[in-house]
């Protein structure tokens, strides 16, 4: 039994599993998370490993090095990068998209071991992770208070931060900034030297002085005691009177030497939101976890919590990516039930009958539904890409109902029963929407398989697409019928019956026949003057192609989430006050120049872990960060690229600003590269003069390129360091080896962590380190005194030399070799032309010999994905070729069809250029899907033909009344499809910018 036989025999069982279906579907919607884009999850696993007090030199040679010779022969790598900066060593691995990661965590893993035994003793356990969208925070608060701030950071630390963690869904909650409570010893080197006390003395019997252990147990009759010996401080004031020497008879005490207080670590990032001084909250959230009901769940925390802390702390959301998803995906939803109301209103222009376009109204829902069904079972979420699948899925699944649905008419008009032109219209037409439906599916084939960020992106699309096209061949070849069967009237065309009164019906019937006739004229006319409307086509086709250098290119469009970020980098060396003072400026600018600023928030310095920088932001004593939050952008009249621009102007005006980087709203791309800049030319090289003089030059060149802003070398000039160089024989003949006087300078000058002061649940560093006073001149390093084994002190000076040398702030790798990176932001003008004009003067310029210049990151990236998307282009014509000569079975039919396909790329290149639309991934995928598209048409009208040549009609002839009576349908689907579309142009909410390039794509294919 045939499909639409079973549907006209079997009602009952067709509504029931219709019905089925929707309930199922509707279950699966509910529970269907909501993100912004599909899970995209870059191959990429960083090790981190944090070297307290060291140069960034020092980070490459004794971490970063020797972390990289063993990680580079992980299997299945693509790339391996590094950054050593000071106290900081980041190695990443890039493996090749579809590599399993946890294998590839074990591999690492493994590898690590073997690096670790040439690591330096002080460093800290290496980490490692996966990066992933989930790093990204989806909270970022500003917390502020006036009375409470000196308490703030434990204050949020003990109520709000562990409270938090509870929440289901969070990964983790840091702070940054604040004032962390830590035990102070400083002491007095004049002192330690009178009562001859090597500092690593005192450092020792601190922590033995701070302990509990337990001593065994004793029994006592029946009874049986532990017996404890509790011998931690207490008090801060205990450790001032621990006995740390004995001098003459006269115990000295810590009291003696140093001065010991109960008081905050040195504060080397500061935090101010709404220009009050306070801390920054970052949310994160676990991988696979859902970011809106996540960021609900912890803000309704935040409220309850808020209400039991001190009245004057306030703790202010800033930047929550829920906000952007939300009013995404309400922009989105609306677009496709627009879309379905459009196409409803098509249906019904066209039948001017209600049963009739009920119908096929009914055909939307089912088709759509039974997508969802897939998406839960899939472990989808509802996002962009699932949404916009749906949104231009909404025009296309009426098609085959359209087609079948007409077909059914046009027999019952012809005086056959209703129950037999249900079953047999459906069969006659069945073969062609079949072909039509499949030659959409099949161009989606290659994109399910497709690599690299493409495939990432893109699979779910292709998937929800193919699915819900299949639904809608099932709904037509089954419910369409059995629908018809029940709700259409048997009548004769020469009677109709029709809801809006015969008048109306016979008056557009005339006006549609007409249309029809003279479009049956128009076909004699092209059939009669052939060489003519060929010479037109070739015309149109050839000066359509003229225009395509005309059409800008870029990666990913940008959104306009309302989010404004601002990275300022002051001189090297900069005191972090210094950077505050900056930030205080660049904040008064924010709020004279941009009242549609709801929030801001900002920080300065760097944080003794390095959270900022594996969230993408960079840190330093001379680096500041701003980040504003816009009201939506309903509500104001500039994007945020105007305002980003106002922004821009006047920060570049205030003195002392090196580096600047203002990034106005946010790009997928941003996520993809960890933060990296449209435009980065990546120099490689290990000599560092050489690569920063060429550096210097091709900077030069992207500063005069037009659409470049915030030029900038991702590698600072350095700052001066102060090297001891130890002659070591002397320091040997002594009783001093190396790892002493290291030791005992690191202990002076940086500090030493000697043990922990427990106080409640809450552990704080018991910090060793030379009083301030006595750390200001290089003679202060020359004073320092290292007792030898023999117990002789010496003076530093005795043994060593002190001289200034510049030392590299951070040193970048890539493949084991050194780079440099040349990066801007761009405005006003597409990625692709911009790039063109800097690779042209790129190749006038001389590249010393051994050093190596290319494009980096998006421009690279678009390049791979361009690509791979021109082989899905060719290879997608060929599939949809292949589907059609199979139904044909004939090998010219389909050429002919095929020349539908030019015309789909002139309709694209024009609207392109009327609309100032770039050609970026999105649009590109619009594209590839014109061509399972715009042959649907092709395919209605020749098969129809070569029914009509099979019942006697000459060639000619059969063409015209083909396209006659083919129109009708014709048209019908093609507006259907455009109209389902026009809310993705006509919406322009909150991430538009990503779906307006597809519909509109797909949109001006058809129409052309």
């Known amino acids: 039994m045939r499909l639409p036989e079973f549907g006209v025999k079997r009602p009952t069982t067709v509504t029931m599993l219709f019905l089925g279906i929707f309930i199922l ?43 990289e010779d063993n990680l580079s022969i992980v299997n299945n790598l693509d790339e391996i990068k590094s950054k050593s900066k000071e106290n900081l060593s980041i190695v990443t691995c890039e493996f090749e998209w579809g590599t399993d990661l946890n294998e590839a965590s074990n591999d690492i893993r493994d590898k690590l071991e073997f690096a670790k035994k040439d690591l330096p003793d002080d460093i800290k356990e290496p980490m490692i992770f996966k990066f992933n969208t989930a790093i990204m925070p989806i909270l970022i608060c500003g917390v502020k208070a006036r009375e409470s701030y000196l308490k703030l950071y434990d204050i949020i630390d003990d109520r709000v931060v562990d409270p938090l963690k509870t929440v289901p869904g969070v990964g983790s909650v840091k702070i940054m900034a604040g004032l962390e409570r830590q035990i102070n010893v400083y002491f007095d080197r004049e002192r330690l030297e009178a009562f001859r006390i090597p500092i690593q003395q005192v450092v020792q019997i601190l922590a033995r002085e701070n302990i509990t252990l337990p001593a065994g147990s004793l029994k006592l009759g029946k009874a049986e005691y532990n017996i404890r010996v509790p011998g931690e401080f207490e008090t801060p004031d205990e450790i001032g009177d621990v006995v740390i020497s004995k001098y003459e008879d006269v115990l000295i005490y810590l009291k003696d030497i140093a001065r010991v207080e109960d008081s905050f670590k040195e504060q080397t990032m500061i935090s101010r939101t709404n220009r009050e001084y306070g801390l920054l909250l970052m949310v994160q959230k676990m991988t696979g976890g859902n970011t809106v009901n996540i960021t609900r769940a912890v803000k309704e925390k935040l409220k309850r919590i808020e209400k039991t802390l001190p009245e004057d702390i306030e703790i202010i959301p800033i930047i929550d990516s829920s906000e952007l998803i939300v009013s995404t995906i309400n922009n989105l939803r609306q677009s496709v039930i627009w879309g379905g109301i459009f196409v409803i209103l098509v249906t019904l222009f066209f039948l001017r009958q209600l049963s009739s376009t009920l119908i096929i109204a009914l055909t939307i829902p089912f088709s759509l539904i039974i997508g969802f069904i897939f998406l839960y079972l899939c472990g989808y979420t509802i996002n962009v890409m699932s949404l916009v699948s749906l949104a231009i899925a909404v025009g296309m699944v009426v098609d085959n109902a359209v087609v079948i649905l007409d077909n059914i008419t046009r027999h019952r008009d012809r005086g056959e029963k209703l129950s037999e032109a249900s079953i047999f219209a459906p069969s006659e037409v069945g073969l062609a929407v079949t072909a039509a439906a499949f030659t ?85 006319w092209t059939l009669g003057h052939r060489k003519r409307t060929l010479g037109i086509v070739i015309l149109v086709f050839v000066s359509s192609l003229a225009l395509i250098p005309m059409i800008g290119t870029e990666f990913i469009p940008e959104i306009d989430s309302g989010e404004l970020g601002i990275t300022v980098e002051l001189p090297v060396g900069t005191r972090v006050e210094e950077t505050d003072r900056v930030t205080r400026e660049i904040e008064k600018i924010l709020k004279e120049n941009a009242p549609e600023i709801e929030g801001m928030t900002g920080f ?112 600072d000039p350095g700052r001066a360091e102060l090297r001891v160089k130890v002659d070591r024989k002397k320091a040997s003949d002594l009783g001093l080896n190396m790892a002493q006087i290291a030791d005992t300078l690191r ?67 890539k493949e084991q070799e050194r780079i440099v990176k040349v990066e801007a932001g761009t405005y006003g003008r597409p990625l692709g032309q911009i790039a063109s004009d800097i690779k042209l003067e790129l190749a006038r310029i001389d590249i010393p010999e051994g050093i190596s210049v290319g494009f980096g990151g998006e421009v690279k990236e678009q390049r791979k994905a361009f690509r791979d998307l021109v082989m899905l282009l060719i290879l997608g014509i060929f599939l949809v070729y292949m589907v059609m000569a199979s139904q044909f079975e004939s090998l010219l039919d389909p050429f002919v069809i095929m020349f539908s396909v030019p015309f789909a790329f002139v309709g694209v290149i024009w609207f392109l250029l009327l609309t100032g639309t770039t050609l970026s991934i999105i649009s590109f995928i619009g594209l590839i899907m014109l061509m399972g598209i715009v042959v649907n048409n092709g395919i209605v009208l020749v098969d129809y033909t070569n029914i009509l040549r099979a019942r006697g009609l000459n060639l000619f002839e059969a063409i015209r009344t083909a396209g006659q009576h083919r129109l009708r349908p014709v048209l019908m689907t093609s507006l259907s499809a455009i109209f389902g579309m026009m809310p993705l142009v006509l919406i322009r909410g909150e991430g538009s910018e990503i779906w307006m390039p597809l519909g509109g794509t797909v949109i001006g294919g058809l129409l052309v």
């Not at 003089?693 to 091709?698: C, P, Q, T, W």
């Open 25 to 67: 579907g509707v279950m699966c919607l509910v529970r269907l998370p909501v993100d912004l884009m599909p899970e995209i999850e870059p191959p990429a696993i960083s090790v981190i490993t944090i070297y307290p007090g060291a140069g960034a030199t020092d980070v490459e040679t004794k971490v970063t090095k020797y972390i």
């Open 440 to 524: 959409t599916i099949v161009i989606f084939v290659p994109l399910m398989f497709l690599g690299g960020i493409v495939g990432v992106m893109f699979k779910q699309l292709a998937f929800v697409i193919s699915i819900t096209i299949l639904a809608s061949l099932f709904t037509a070849l089954t419910l369409i019928p059995m629908l018809s069967s029940r709700l259409l009237k048997s009548t004769s065309s020469s009677n109709p019956k029709p809801r809006f009164g015969k008048r109306f019906y016979k008056l557009s019937e005339r006006w549609f026949k007409y249309v029809e006739l003279r479009y049956k004229k128009l076909l004699g």
């Open 604 to 715: 300065c310095g760097r944080s003794e872990e390095g959270h900022a920088e594996t969230m993408g932001f960079k840190e330093g004593s001379n680096v500041g960060q701003m980040l504003a939050k816009l009201v939506r952008k309903g509500e104001r009249r500039r994007s945020v690229k105007e305002i980003g621009k106002v922004i821009r102007e006047k920060v570049s005006r205030i003195p002392g600003i090196s580096k600047m980087d203002i990034r106005a709203g946010a790009t997928i791309a941003q996520l993809l590269f960890a933060g990296a800049k449209p435009i980065s030319i990546e120099i490689i090289g290990h000599s560092l003069e050489e690569t920063n003089e060429l550096a210097v030059r091709i900077k030069k060149i992207v500063e005069v390129t037009p659409g470049t802003v915030d030029v900038k070398i991702s590698r």
């Open 747 to 813: 202990t002076h000058f940086y500090g030493k962590e000697a043990t922990k002061f427990r106080e409640a649940d809450e552990e704080y560093d018991i910090f060793v380190r030379l009083k301030e006073e006595s750390r200001r001149v290089i003679p202060d390093i020359e004073n320092v005194t290292i007792t030898s084994f023999t117990g002789k002190p010496i003076k530093l000076k005795n043994i060593a030399t002190i001289t200034e040398e510049l030392e590299p702030l951070e040193i970048e790798r």
